[in-house]
């Protein structure tokens, strides 16, 4: 079974629209395919409807930002139904907030100089209501003032530096409860990613679990060989079931192609028993 739960379209960040994305998975051998926008699941129908044509198989996502101890952490939700109430507003609620933290981010550019980040990201963003600080890296990039959205991101993007503004995203327990509210599997997306102490890693996935969350991304485009099997342990000894996920984003930002990410370790449970 070659799965892939995670990725992205031009609603949130990614390059494709939600059609080439089904496209082009199918084209690179995937079996079954979530689509995972930012906070955002308008593009799950175009999706879905591309996925049945081709026959692919297909799970509907999300990707939900959330604040935990001075960090952004990302939870996934698979197998939700886009269209529930609560998490409809719950999500209608935090691309609320990205407006807001936006103008900010575009007023601290403007801070070091750079005039015009705001609507300069916009041009980059496929949805208004979904602007990322990928959409102000890709505008500082066409500008010529980096070479790439990395080294926008390490140089101005990421906290301590003049493009970072705090935000308060959603509570973890609010996104785990409007994925299961909407009937879902909860994921912790890329574990490896998040800078926090290895106690505060420990309390993340606690109240992950306590939550009602079940799953954690094992393999993702964003570990490393070693990072995944730190969290496979940790899926062991926590008895979560495990995910397989490229986090693509687009040809040239993406380390990882859709379906072309390593497998799970073969004792864990794939998540996507719970989805067939
Ligand atoms: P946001 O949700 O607006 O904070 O943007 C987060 C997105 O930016 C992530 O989902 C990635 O697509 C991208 N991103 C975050 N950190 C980096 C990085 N260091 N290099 C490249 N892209 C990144
Ligand atoms: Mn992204
Ligand atoms: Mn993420
Ligand atoms: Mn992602």
Redesign the pocket.
């Known amino acids: 079974m070659n799965a892939d739960l995670h990725c992205h379209s031009t609603f949130s ?1 990614g390059l494709l629209s939600p059609a080439e994305v089904v496209c082009r998975a199918h084209a690179n051998g995937v079996d079954l395919l979530a689509l995972t926008d ?1 906070d955002e699941v308008g593009g799950i129908d175009e999706a879905q409807a591309a996925a049945a044509e081709l026959g692919l198989g297909f799970v509907a996502g999300v990707e939900i ?1 959330v604040s935990f101890a001075d960090e ?1 952490v990302h939870i996934v939700g698979l197998g939700i139904d886009h269209r529930h109430p609560e998490l409809v507003a719950g999500l209608r609620r935090v691309r609320a907030g990205r407006d807001a933290r936006a103008a900010r981010i575009g007023e601290a550019l403007a801070g070091v100089g750079i005039a015009g980040a705001l609507e300069g990201a916009r041009r980059f963003a496929g949805n208004p209501a979904l602007v ?3 959409h102000f ?1 890709r505008f500082l990039v066409s500008r010529g003032l980096m070479p790439d ?2 080294t926008v ?2 140089h101005y993007l ?1 906290r301590g530096k003049p493009g970072f503004v705090e935000h308060e995203w959603a509570r973890l327990e609010e996104a785990v409860g409007w994925i299961r509210a909407a009937g879902g599997i909860a994921v912790l997306a890329h574990p490896a990613r998040y800078r926090v102490s290895a106690a505060d890693m420990a309390r993340l996935f606690d109240r992950f679990q306590a939550a009602g969350g079940e799953a954690v991304e094992v393999v993702s485009g964003a570990h490393t060989a070693e990072e995944a099997a730190r969290f496979a342990g940790e899926a062991r000894r926590r008895g979560l079931l495990a995910s397989r996920a490229s986090d693509f ?1 687009g040809e040239k930002e993406s380390a990882v192609d859709l379906g072309r990410c390593n497998r799970l370790p073969p004792d864990l449970t794939p998540v996507w028993s719970r989805l067939l």
Do not use: E, L, N
Request: glycine share 0%; net charge neutral.
């Open positions: 960040d930012h930002s952004t990322s600080r990928a890296a959205v990395k991101f390490d990421v984003h």
